[in-house]
């Protein structure tokens, strides 16, 4: 407690007693999977964040940068956590060049506040996140995290075209820069993405935008079995249609989803068969393309024998795209001890996914699985208590699962588990090859490994 | 090491060699790149050595010799490149400067002698040799050699088969010949005939003249024409290729033709360009512009005449391999493809590569075996594949190659020039 | 260069895949740049064991290595600068999978760019980076380069197509990064490699995205008689959120250079052409073409075309695809530039270039893809006149200079290598560099590999290097 005390008052020092926060409740609120910080700062700028930086390489604390604090559980523990970083202070807009499509932004913006302000000129940033009434742009990216509009416009990566940061020397750095096409220099800005805070401090991204569609569309097929709802789904792929997203959802899924959808718009919930696998298909483009798309899915559904399909409107398919969004978010509270995994194999094939519902079939878990952007599958294992058994149990699916993956020369994290069961498997999965020149990056970036230690593939 | 100046005709100019960026683009047209991959043996590494050479700063040695010998000059490097370098120009320069300042090996020296001097310049003796020739494929010798393994011994045995067979009667009895059009008269043509063409492709030059008279055109055989002098330029030996020049040029002035015709694009692609033979201030050169002004490929006269004769139906997948003398020393890429499709019933599929050189490259084939055969090799894999029962393409060397390779290969598959096919889809049947 | 190194390297790899003799060296010291530098040595391996087995005798004999594919490069990046052992991939050049269900591709650094397309599209796929080279340069290369092309715009360039590495450390290690399918948990080391100009790590495998082809195309050539209405089209058509698949520039009076040389109709007195193409669903292309054609008559187009079919289309992109060729018969060399502004800045930019050529004396001909705000102003210059080219290396810093002036970058997609590396101060501050350095430093911690590139070699801002004459052609020609 004194040490705590002793740390905020020499934090305070640096930026000023407004800066720094040490009481018990608010420490609490930025805990990491039940670990808390000695101290919380919040810097108004790049300078100040590098300065925090320099103290704690110092005096050797490790400091983790939060936003929103919306993802936080996403990896391990940090190993060590002195200071929270705080970084919501830098919300401000640097540079909107609408002519350019080019925006450079401040970490701490929040990402329903940029959508905002980017709309007014037409544009939009496709970073379509859980938790996106809250999330912070930075955070976002950071987390590494799908948006549901991947399929459509890439992840983060290929729209971010620069960042500064604050180096684990205390650095202010910066790559890329604020043009749509750059090679100039190492891309050191991609390797933000997803790296959970390991790396550096963002403190500002750039990224390329993008023009709101004229008109949005949707499309839901069910289908009294996986593999009517697989073939559906390569049909679409083999036509090429260009979809925004398509996600195939399990009956459990779609009841969970259903039972999301109720809280605000009980009406189209029931739209969804809580016996079917569904396949939800999000599209958009101009005032003609969207009724060809819709067109076509019709079409392509009843040749693969949909046991039911309709023909979305803009309203309901935002609707049922903004619950799908947030499925991350939901399924992690769908039951008292829940595991999500993140899975990716090639070719999602029925027979994969099968695979993965007999091994909770086995382990007598409720189950639910979804397909998001036709290539990620998200897979959640649904323990009903809290104790023990529970834990055991999914603990041995949870390696079943790691084993699948493997197996199909894909692979899986677990993105929410209870800590327990953290502490037990490798939520990362098996230990990667590349894990060598991963260590030798992070050992670049952070020499002293200041920035959330612990928190990231294989104990980075 | 001697001036330049030695080498009769035109000489690249500094802006020649410089029109080179040494941007690369030409490496994966280049057949010989695409076999080795050394740029020693690409267009961009060859012009590199020739500036080097010519600057003093390498030597003219067997290396040097050894890269410009492997070059099919095949010219689809002049269809890569962006900056328009006349690579042939360049590459034939080089080899004139071989030839009168290196030595080579003995009996290189004198087959080459033999060939490209003593040979190809007579029209008599290349009907001995042809009639020599002719002996030894009819009396069974050719089968004894086969049969005996004595080819293989002498590791003839492929090369063997790259021959020509020899016809049983000459075209040669046709030169100074005219023939009619048929129905009214759309264009007066003279013939180009050749020379080896003369002992081996009877057929497809009597064909060549078929076609034309069913499609209106007079054709003029004028009788004073000689071999065009295409190998014995590609080789270096520039002072025959100008003799040549000379007496071709004398054979077909005054006839007031609309065009100078030849079903060789080997060939043509020389006679298109005997201007380059003969530098500005030379007194043949400006007979030579006319000369090869007036100069067509067969396949692109007929395509821009447009066909009248009426073609029966004829049910046959056929491909095409590009000529490289006339792809990329003319740039004639669609006349041909566009004739093939106006016979009706012709199911024409793209040949992958058809760009690339069959290996054939005049003479190329004979001394530069190994490359030709593994060039060839490589043809007749995307040639199979295209499951077509017909090859086509536009040149005797190229028909002579793609033979030899379908028989070596086992592809089954039959192998004709463009005028050959629309002839046999001639509804009438003209006996000239 | 020790004796007994070319003596291992022999038994190693076989003298057909060695080659040691001046003649020889001399013919692998250029690529595509004006750049020069002579390797000592150069090798050409088959597998990646043969480049991890070589990689470790370059480190045991301290001897520099390089990659080299088909040495199409513009800014040296495949040159030996400190001398050594070139190896160049060009004999790596097997497709070793294609994954057609899955659109993937498995292939060795020595395949051709356009022979991917060529293998893959039967089935309707095709690999989307398209520079301008793809007939002829590697996918090693272009993965070194990070390359674009003028239907990257649409598409992005080559990092957005790689799913996986695999890699020899300087150290002869071979690692293997990202995954056939993506998304692979932990940091994108795939997004570090790809651009990284050969400079961490030498790769020897590619796993690669294959495209489907679009439903439809179409593409227009739009006329102007001012270059600022040009660039207003660009600009807007951009702001109005139109992607287009390509949206290239080409200038007036290198317009005329082209129309000598290949006679596709286009205008003699325009002052700047747009070849844009859209490309996309049927009921896309209509909309986007008849918009992109409503914003260039908005800036006074004095006339749009739209090609009628494939034939048409042809003939308008091999005006734009022989622009540099033409260019290069009016002088006889040229020095292509590669910045990058931002997309609303061209008018100004193009101003800027053209005074920058007049200060100099030099004619500047601008053929760019404009929808992405990438430059390449080409100067003509006579290398024979060794002032010229120093004048043309100073002029190519003043336009750089100003690019980055105008938020800009130095390069698009040519690379920095040891072309642009003295001007990077202009845009990294110590700091960056420093990072930078110990990314370098954790993969290639003694610059054995491909030293002397991207980071600068002096201190100080745009100090100018003095070069060796570029190009020395036969005094009696």
């Known amino acids: ?460 | ?432 | 260069m020790p004796a007994s190194l070319l003596r291992e390297l022999n038994s190693l790899l076989g003298s057909s895949n060695v080659l040691h003799k001046n003649e020889d060296l001399v013919l692998y010291e250029y690529d595509g740049s004006v750049e020069k530098a002579r390797p000592d040595l150069v090798v050409f391996p088959h597998t990646t064991e043969d480049v991890s087995r070589i990689v470790k005798l370059a480190a045991k004999y301290n001897v520099p290595v390089v990659g080299r594919g088909s040495g199409t490069g513009l800014s040296g990046g495949a040159l030996a600068r400190g001398g050594g052992i070139l190896i160049v991939f060009a004999r790596m050049n097997r497709i070793l999978e294609l994954d057609l269900e899955n659109a993937r591709a498995v292939v060795q650094p020595g395949v051709v760019n356009l022979d991917i397309t060529r293998a893959v599209e039967h089935a309707g796929l095709y690999f989307a980076p398209d520079p301008s080279s793809q007939k002829s340069c590697t996918i090693g290369g272009n993965v070194a380069e990070n390359a674009g092309g003028p239907h990257t715009l649409a598409y992005g360039v080559t990092v957005n197509h790689v799913t996986a590495l695999e890699l020899v450390l300087p150290d002869g290690e071979i690692v293997r990064v990202g995954s056939k399918h993506g998304d692979t948990p932990g940091y994108d080391l795939c997004g570090l490699f790809v651009g990284s100009e050969g400079t961490l790590a030498l790769v020897t495998e590619i796993t690669v995205k294959l495209t489907r082809k679009a439903e439809a195309v179409k593409t227009l050539l739009a006329i102007f008689d001012a270059v600022d209405d040009a660039s207003n089209t660009v600009a807007e058509i951009t702001a109005r959120g139109i992607t287009p698949a390509a949206c290239e520039m080409v200038d007036g009076w290198t317009l005329c250079a082209i129309e000598d040389y290949i006679h596709a109709g286009f205008p003699r007195d325009s002052a700047a052409i747009l070849l844009i193409e859209v490309e996309g669903l049927r009921e896309a292309v209509e909309a986007q073409a008849a918009a992109v054609e409503d914003v260039c008559r908005t800036h006074h187009a004095r006339e749009v075309r739209i090609a009628k079919d494939d034939c048409e289309r042809d003939l308008l992109w091999k005006g734009r695809k022989n622009a540099f060729g033409a260019l290069g018969r009016l002088a006889p060399s040229s020095y292509v530039l590669d910045g990058v502004i931002p997309r609303s800045k061209l008018p100004q930019a193009l101003q800027q270039i053209s005074q920058i050529g007049k200060k100099y004396g030099f004619s500047i001909g601008n053929i760019f893809h404009a929808g992405d705000g990438n430059l390449h102003p080409i100067v003509l210059y006579d290398p024979r006149d060794p002032r010229q080219f120093e004048n043309a290396i100073a002029a190519s810093h003043e336009i750089l200079s100003y690019c980055v002036e105008l938020g800009g970058a130095l390069t698009g997609e040519h690379g920095v290598g040891m072309e642009k590396n003295e001007l990077m101060p202009l845009l990294f501050s110590d700091a960056d560099f420093d990072l930078m350095r110990r990314v370098h430093d954790a993969c290639n911690p003694d610059s054995s590999l491909n030293p002397g590139k991207i980071f600068p070699l002096s201190k100080g801002c745009g100090e100018i290097r003095v070069r060796k004459q570029a190009e020395t052609l036969p005094a009696h020609v």
């Open chain 1, 1 to 460: 407690m004194t040490a705590t005390a002793n740390l905020a008052t020499r934090l305070e020092g640096i930026l000023g007693a407004h800066r720094v926060v040490a009481a018990e409740a608010e420490l609490r609120e930025y805990a990491i999977d039940g670990m808390v910080p000695g101290a919380i700062v919040h810097p108004a700028s790049a300078q100040e964040a590098a300065e925090i930086v320099r103290f704690a390489i110092t005096e050797k604390l490790a400091i983790v940068a939060t936003g929103s604090r919306s993802k936080l559980d996403l990896g391990m523990p940090p190993a060590r956590y002195d200071i929270a970083l705080d970084m919501t202070g830098l919300h401000e807009i640097a540079h909107f060049d609408p002519g350019d499509l080019t925006l450079s932004v401040d970490a701490g913006m929040p990402l329903r506040h940029l959508a905002n302000v980017l709309s007014e000129k037409g544009q939009f940033l496709p970073l379509a996140v859980p938790c996106y009434e809250t999330s912070t742009v930075a955070g976002a990216l950071a987390s590494g995290i799908d948006s549901t509009l991947r399929k459509q416009y890439g992840t983060a990566r290929d729209f971010l075209i620069g960042a500064e940061f604050v180096d684990g020397q205390g650095a202010p750095c910066k790559s890329g820069g604020r043009v749509v096409k750059n090679v100039t220099g190492y891309d050191l800005h991609k390797l933000l993405v997803g790296s959970l805070g390991t790396l550096a401090v963002i403190t500002r991204l750039n990224f390329r935008t993008f023009t709101l569609p004229q008109a949005r569309g949707g499309h839901l097929a069910c289908f009294s079995n996986l593999e009517g709802a697989s073939s559906y789904c390569d049909a679409i792929e083999k036509c090429g249609l260009p979809l925004a997203n398509l996600e195939t959802l399990s009956p459990e899924m779609v009841a969970l989803t259903a039972a999301a959808l109720r809280e605000t718009n009980a009406e189209f919930a029931g739209h969804l068969d809580p016996a079917k696998w569904c396949v939800c298909a999000s599209f958009e483009g101009s005032e003609a393309v969207v009724p060809r798309i819709a067109r076509d899915l019709q079409k392509l559904a009843s040749e693969t024998a949909a046991a039911d399909s309709e023909i979305l409107d803009a309203a309901s398919d935002a609707h049922l795209g903004s619950v799908s969004r947030e499925a991350f978010d939901w399924l992690r509270w769908a039951s008292p001890s829940a595991a999500l995994f993140r899975i990716v194999l090639p070719q999602s094939k029925p027979g994969d996914l099968a695979a993965l519902l007999c091994v909770a079939q086995e382990s007598s878990l409720r189950s639910a699985l979804l397909v998001r952007a036709a290539a990620i599958i998200y897979f959640v294992l649904l323990a009903e208590t809290e104790d023990e058994s529970a834990l055991h149990t999914l603990e041995n699916a949870a390696a079943g699962v790691f084993f699948l993956a493997g197996a199909g020369q894909g692979h899986a994290t677990l993105l929410h588990a209870p800590l327990k069961l953290k502490s037990r498997v490798n939520v990362w999965g098996p230990k990667r090859a590349d894990l060598g020149m991963m260590q030798r990056v992070k050992h670049s970036f952070d020499p002293q490994s200041i920035f959330a230690p612990g928190r990231f593939v294989g104990g980075i």
């Open chain 2, 1 to 432: 090491m001697g001036t330049p100046q030695n080498i009769p005709g035109a000489v690249p100019v500094y802006e020649d060699f410089a029109r080179c960026v040494h941007c690369g683009l030409c490496l994966n047209n280049c057949p010989t790149y695409r076999l080795w991959h050394l740029e020693g043996d690409s267009p961009r590494g060859r012009i590199r050595q020739m500036i080097l050479v010519g600057n003093g700063e390498l030597p003219l040695s067997e290396g040097f010799v050894g890269h410009i010998d492997k070059c099919l000059d095949c010219r689809a490097c002049e269809t890569a490149c962006p900056s328009g370098v006349e690579y042939g120009k360049l590459v034939e320069h080089a080899r004139a400067r071989i030839e009168n300042e290196y030595q080579r090996p003995l009996f290189t020296r004198f087959a080459r002698n033999i060939v490209f001097k003593r040979l190809l310049p007579y029209p008599s003796r290349i009907a001995f040799a042809a009639r020599l020739l002719r002996f030894y494929q009819r009396s069974g010798l050719q089968s004894l050699a086969r049969a005996t393994g004595i080819l293989k011994l002498l590791g003839l045995a492929e090369r063997e088969k790259l021959l020509p067979r020899i016809d049983d009667h000459f075209f040669f009895g046709e030169l100074g010949k005219t023939f009619p059009a048929q129905g009214t008269r759309r264009a007066r043509v003279a013939f180009f005939a050749g020379c080896i063409a003369n002992v081996t492709f009877t057929k497809l030059n009597e064909a060549t003249i078929r076609i034309l008279t069913a499609n209106g055109c007079e054709v003029v055989v004028p009788s004073e024409q000689f071999c065009c002098g295409a190998l014995a330029a590609h080789a270096g030996v520039r002072e025959t290729a100008r003799q040549l020049a000379r007496k071709n040029i004398a054979a077909f002035a005054g006839g007031q033709f609309d065009a100078i015709l030849t079903n060789a694009a080997g060939c043509g692609s020389t006679l298109k360009e005997y201007d380059h033979l003969f530098s500005a201030n030379e007194p043949e050169h400006a007979a030579a512009v006319v000369f090869s002004k007036n100069m067509r490929d067969v396949t692109e006269f007929l395509a821009t005449l447009g066909l009248v004769a009426t073609l029966k139906e004829t049910r046959l997948r056929v491909t095409y391999q590009d000529s490289c003398h006339l792809l990329h020393g003319q740039k004639v890429r669609e006349a041909p493809r566009q004739l093939l499709r106006a016979i009706p019933g012709i199911e024409f599929v793209e040949l992958p590569y058809s760009d690339i050189c069959c290996g054939s490259a005049g003479v190329y084939n004979v001394t530069q075996t190994e490359a030709a055969l593994d060039l060839l090799k490589e043809k007749m894999d995307y040639a199979k594949a295209t499951r077509a029962a017909t090859i086509v393409t536009a040149n005797p060397g190229c028909l002579l190659q793609l033979r030899a390779g379908a028989e070596i290969h086992k592809t089954g598959q039959n192998v004709v020039h463009v005028v050959e096919l629309l002839d046999s889809a001639l509804k009438q049947q003209v006996i000239p």
